[in-house]
């Protein structure tokens, strides 16, 4: 199985920060990461998929990028509503889905 | 809109087993994928396992193989996951998901608002 990482675990930062989330896999897994965003008591959210693709209705904010075994979700201009927990999911391991342990970024 | 509702919350006992619903509406059923997640209290989220909505073909995630079972009812847009022989390590929050395409391993665009069920004697 294909097993990701996520670094840091933990975030602080400020309204306005540019914060970048690193998802490392396994092996290679392509282009095939989504990232999610949720939010305490609620479903995740798809953020990005394929990657680096904005999924409908996401601010511009957010963007995906890395391919191979290491990506990264980066927020510019770190907004209020932003503060959440993210996962990224790998779909390359058919038909295996999974989720990395998640990156908590908090109000500093 | 697209709308994935599901049934309540269960409370059951170490080898029971629970059923739980996912009526969609807002898109053709039939033509998306439907993935069932779970996640226990602070943990990341997990797979379970995918129906392609339309011809019913089914994939399991190895670690619930041999108790998770995945239907849907096309007529009414509903998807079903039981999970038999539960234990205290089932307490979680089940979500539906649906694909954004038919297909298995495509990611989650629309949840469920998650269905809590609690294992317990």
């Known amino acids: 199985d294909i097993q990701l990482t996520q670094s840091p675990s933990f975030l602080s930062a400020s309204v306005g920060d540019r914060v970048t989330i690193t998802c490392r896999a396994s092996?290679?897994?392509?282009?095939?990461v989504a990232w999610y965003q949720q939010k305490p008591g609620r479903a995740p959210n798809l953020l990005i998929y394929a990657a680096s693709t904005l999924q409908s209705g996401v601010p511009s904010r957010f963007s995906g990028g890395g391919s191979g075994t290491e990506f990264t979700l980066t927020i510019s201009g770190l907004q209020p509503e932003d503060f959440a927990t993210y996962y990224c999911?790998?779909?390359?391991?058919?038909?295996?889905?999974?989720f990395g342990p998640g990156t908590k970024v908090d109000i500093k | 809109q697209v709308q994935l509702v599901q049934s309540g919350a269960e409370m059951k006992k170490p080898g029971a087993s629970v059923k739980v619903s996912c009526q969609a509406s807002?898109?053709?059923?039939?033509?998306?994928?439907m993935s069932w997640v779970r996640q226990a209290p602070g943990q990341r989220p997990e797979w379970m396992g995918w129906i392609n909505a339309g011809n019913g073909n089914t994939k399991y995630s190895q670690k619930f193989q041999d108790r998770v079972t995945i239907t849907r009812d096309t007529s009414a847009s509903i998807a079903y996951m039981e999970l038999s022989s539960l234990r205290s390590e089932d307490t979680a929050v089940y979500y539906c998901?649906?694909?954004?395409?038919?297909?298995?391993?495509?990611?989650?665009?629309?949840w469920g608002q998650g269905t809590l069920v609690t294992v317990s004697s």
């Open positions: 998901t649906r694909g954004r395409t038919q297909f298995a391993n495509t990611p989650m665009d629309y």
């Open positions: 092996q290679g897994i392509s282009s095939y």
């Open positions: 807002g898109y053709t059923f039939s033509l998306y994928a």
């Open positions: 999911q790998q779909l390359n391991d058919y038909p295996v889905v999974s």
